[in-house]
């Protein structure tokens, strides 16, 4: 079955970074794209980053523009959000997600917190 599990989530003070990992099985992780959601509490799941099957293509959310950026390696099923210059507001839940045949599989989440 198609399994997500992200981790590198943890308390980190504002202008400080952290890595996100999402490790991807079940499914042909080259063949497909992958996305990075977030929720703050009190607010909807939002698109953070997406990546394409070969890594060549990348979107981001306006807000995280030049401090995240997403990457995966293929050869070891796994997506990664890297993220710099980190403000409270980034505060949230961090979900690595995929679509396959128009059904959409969420990891269980990391929680990042930026505070001092």
């Known amino acids: 079955q198609v399994q997500l599990v992200e981790s590198g989530g943890g308390l980190v003070q504002p202008g400080g970074s952290l890595r996100l990992t999402c490790a991807a099985s079940?499914?042909?992780?080259?063949?497909?794209?992958m996305n990075w959601y977030r929720q703050a509490p009190g607010r909807e799941r939002e698109l953070v980053a997406v990546?394409?099957?070969?890594?060549?293509?990348?979107n981001y959310a306006s807000s995280v523009k030049g401090r995240f950026t997403i990457s995966r390696d293929n050869a070891k099923s796994t997506v990664y959000l890297q993220m710099n210059s980190l403000k409270p507001e980034d505060t949230a839940v961090y979900y690595c997600?995929?679509?396959?045949?128009?059904?959409?599989?969420w990891g269980q989440g990391t929680q990042v917190t930026v505070s001092s």
């Open positions: 997600n995929v679509i396959l045949s128009h059904e959409t599989y």
């Open positions: 079940g499914f042909t992780f080259s063949n497909s794209h």
């Open positions: 990546i394409t099957r070969s890594g060549g293509g990348r």
